[in-house]
């Protein structure tokens, strides 16, 4: 399957410093990839849409600002975590799609942030 | 209700047996269907993917898709130790700009 490589797998700041998390796609184009919240032992919780060369969008209920993305090529999207406070602890996936209308996703490996 | 709807278990089996994991789902625009594993702290694997109704099999694995009554199956044989895990479902269509929905994911615990 392709492969989807996600950087920091893990990371540790203090309140109130921002993260960046980055997410490529390592063999294949993705116009379109997906950022999730996951609390544990629940589902993963879709944060936003990251399309190429064009603006997020949010799902309802979470911050923009707070959040912000960017997708600035076909094979990276970063999500930043701005002015982060301890409630910002989650693991972090995003995921790609090898296609506009197919349907399979993959994943990358994951970010734990913890916020101090 | 829900789009997707996953028993969250816990289900617990003993190696060897015929795991089954199901979900069903409310949406008739969804046309692909998708199994994930996923191992505590890390990422969702893709395990099967299957498009519209039928069966698809790979080693261990079979996915069933059963449109007509909007359920979807993962069987799982002779399983083992490492096969424990979280196992979501997940679907997309022509609805929601093909947006995946996801089951809340089974805990599978294959004891030795």
């Known amino acids: 399957g392709a492969v989807v490589s996600q950087h920091p797998s893990w990371v540790i700041c203090k309140s109130g410093t921002s993260v960046k998390i980055e997410c490529r796609s390592l063999d294949f184009q993705a116009t379109t990839m997906f950022w999730y919240r996951q609390f544990p032992k629940q589902s993963l919780m879709l944060m936003a849409t990251?399309?190429?060369?064009?603006?997020?969008?949010?799902e309802q209920g979470v911050e923009k600002d707070k959040f912000l993305i960017n997708h600035a090529s076909l094979t990276l999207s970063t999500l930043t975590v701005t002015s982060a406070h301890p409630e910002d602890s989650s693991f972090y996936i995003c995921?790609?799609?090898?296609?506009?209308?197919?349907?399979?996703?993959?994943f990358g490996e994951g970010s734990r942030l913890t916020v101090l | 209700q829900k789009e997707v709807e996953q028993d969250p278990g816990p289900l617990s089996v003993p190696e060897g047996a015929i795991v089954s994991l199901n979900c069903t789902y409310s949406n008739s625009a969804f046309q692909y269907f998708m199994w994930y594993r996923q191992y505590s702290r890390k990422g969702p694997e893709l395990l099967m993917y299957t498009y519209s109704s039928g069966n698809k099999e790979d080693g261990r694995f079979t996915a069933q898709v059963d449109k007509s009554s909007k359920y979807i199956s993962l069987f799982i044989r002779d399983s083992q130790p490492s096969d424990s895990a979280t196992y979501l479902c997940?679907?997309?269509?022509?609805?929601?700009?093909?947006?995946?929905?996801f089951g809340a994911g089974t805990r599978l615990f294959v004891k030795a």
């Open positions: 995921s790609a799609r090898t296609g506009a209308h197919t349907g399979e996703l993959f």
């Open positions: 990251s399309n190429e060369g064009s603006k997020a969008t949010y």
């Open positions: 997940a679907m997309s269509g022509n609805t929601g700009g093909f947006k995946t929905i």
